[in-house]
T-cell receptor, first 112, second 112 residues
Framework: NAGVTQTPKFQVLKTGQSMTLQCAQD?????MYWYRQDPGMGLRLIYY???????DKGEVPNGYNVSRLNKREFSLRLESAAPSQTSVYFC???????????FGPGTRLTVL | KNQVEQSPQSLIILEGKNCTLQ??????????LRWYKQDTGRGPVSLTI?????NTKSNGRYTATLDADTKQSSLHITASQLSDSASYIC???????????FGTGTRLKVLA
C-alpha cells in the first residue's frame, strides 16, 4: 500500500495563477482532509470530506475549493493564488474520527 | 476557544538521555488526544491515540500520559536516539466533530 500520496511535491506560482493539488489514498478511508502548515503555527484545516460526496469548510477555507472525486481522491484548488497562500500543504485520511489519521508527504507551494 | 499549547518550543538533549514534552489543552468536550512525530520535510506520523479513560499509552520508547481532569498530557521519550530528532505535535479532537486542533509542536534535537 502506498498510503496517502500527493502531487506535486513542489510548485512555484505567480500571483493570480491557478493550480490543483492532488491527493489519493489506497486505504479505503472514509474521511479526507487538507491542511496547511506555516512556520510557528500548528496545522490548520482548510477543508475536509467526512465521506464520499460531502465536503465542509475548515478553519481557513478562503481562497480554496475542493473536490472529493471518489472515495480515493480529494483535490484542492487555488483559483487565483496569492502570496499569503505560500505554505506546505498536507493531505490526510482516516477511517473515522476516532482512528489514526494518516498524512501524505506534503506539497511545498511558493506564490511569488 | 479550543486551543492546544505545547512546551517547550524547542529542546536539545544528548543521545541516551530521557526527556518529557508537555501539552495543555482547552478543547471541550474532549474526545481523544494524539501525539505525532514529524521529521523535517515529511508528513506527521501517529505515535499514540488516547481517549478520556486512558491514563497511559506506550509505543516503544515513547510513553504518553493523559490527565483529563487537568487537561494535560505529556510525552516521555526514553533513551533518546539521533533518529528522535523531529517535531512532536499534540493534537486534540472534540466529540462529534471531524476537526482536530493541532499544537505548534516541540522541536527536539538529539546530539551525539
Amino acid at each position: 500500500n502506498a498510503g496517502v500520496t500527493q502531487t506535486p511535491k513542489f510548485q512555484v506560482l505567480k500571483t493570480g495563477q491557478s493550480m490543483t493539488l492532488q491527493c489519493a489514498q489506497d486505504m479505503n478511508h472514509n474521511s479526507m482532509y487538507w491542511y496547511r502548515q506555516d512556520p510557528g503555527m500548528g496545522l490548520r484545516l482548510i477543508y475536509y470530506s467526512a465521506s464520499e460526496g460531502t465536503t465542509d469548510k475548515g478553519e481557513v477555507p478562503n481562497g480554496y475549493n475542493v473536490s472529493r472525486l471518489n472515495k480515493r481522491e480529494f483535490s484542492l484548488r487555488l483559483e487565483s493564488a496569492a502570496p499569503s497562500q505560500t505554505s506546505v500543504y498536507f493531505c490526510a485520511s482516516t477511517r473515522d474520527p476516532s482512528n489514526e489519521q494518516f498524512f501524505g508527504p506534503g506539497t511545498r507551494l511558493t506564490v511569488l | 476557544k479550543n486551543q492546544v499549547e505545547q512546551s517547550p518550543q524547542s529542546l536539545i538533549i544528548l543521545e541516551g538521555k530521557n526527556c518529557t514534552l508537555q501539552c495543555n489543552y482547552t478543547v471541550s468536550p474532549f474526545s481523544n488526544l494524539r501525539w505525532y512525530k514529524q521529521d523535517t520535510g515529511r508528513g506527521p506520523v501517529s505515535l499514540t491515540i488516547m481517549t478520556f479513560s486512558e491514563n497511559t499509552k506506550s509505543n516503544g520508547r515513547y510513553t504518553a500520559t493523559l490527565d483529563a481532569d487537568t487537561k494535560q498530557s505529556s510525552l516521555h521519550i526514553t533513551a533518546s536516539q539521533l533518529s528522535d530528532s523531529a517535531s512532536y505535535i499534540c493534537v486534540v479532537s472534540a466529540v462529534g466533530t471531524y476537526k482536530y486542533i493541532f499544537g505548534t509542536g516541540t522541536r527536539l534535537k538529539v546530539l551525539a
